[in-house]
């Protein structure tokens, strides 16, 4: 680089690193349970229980893209919860640029309530929902504890 080159110009770009005692707890955001395990080495299963609503949408949010890591792979399940609302989507919006500049291919597991809102607000189809697959099937929230550590 001469003297008479310009600098190029300064970025920043915002990396989480996981603490990989992280995948061990689980979040209470107003009235949703955010809780992540680590499937693989490039993969990361992101499971919330309960309401989500404008109180909570941000943290899930930004939730998830501090349990992303290095992770090539998310699978949010969304299967439990009860309420969604539009704030919900926006999360949802959020999560899919987030994942997109990453490189993050990730696929969504909507339970009937996050379906519904979906199909209002979604209808070109354009987030990566997947059909329920016998690999992540649809638990009963007491069976999320298993999802998380320290539940012997």
């Excluded at 949010?76 to 989507?89: I, K, N, P, S, W």
């Excluded at 379906?115 to 999320?144: F, G, N």
Aim: with cysteine.
């Amino acid at each position: 680089m001469s003297l008479s080159e310009p600098l190029p110009a300064p970025a920043t770009q915002r990396v989480f690193r996981p603490d990989p005692t992280s995948f061990d707890l689980r979040e209470e955001h107003h009235r949703a349970t955010f809780s992540a395990s680590q499937l693989s080495p490039s993969t990361v299963l992101v499971t919330i229980h309960g309401e989500v609503d404008a109180t909570n949408s941000t943290a899930l949010a930004n939730y998830i893209e501090k349990r992303l890591g290095a992770s090539r792979k998310l699978v949010l399940d969304l299967q439990t919860v009860e309420f969604f609302a539009a704030a919900g989507f926006a999360a949802l919006s959020n999560i899919n640029v987030v994942c997109a500049r990453r490189g993050v291919r990730w696929s969504l597991l909507a339970g009937a309530h996050v379906r519904r809102l979906l199909k209002i607000c979604d209808p070109m189809r354009e987030l990566p929902v997947a059909a329920p697959s016998a690999k992540y099937s649809r638990a009963r929230p007491s069976d999320r504890k298993l999802l998380i550590g320290g539940y012997n």
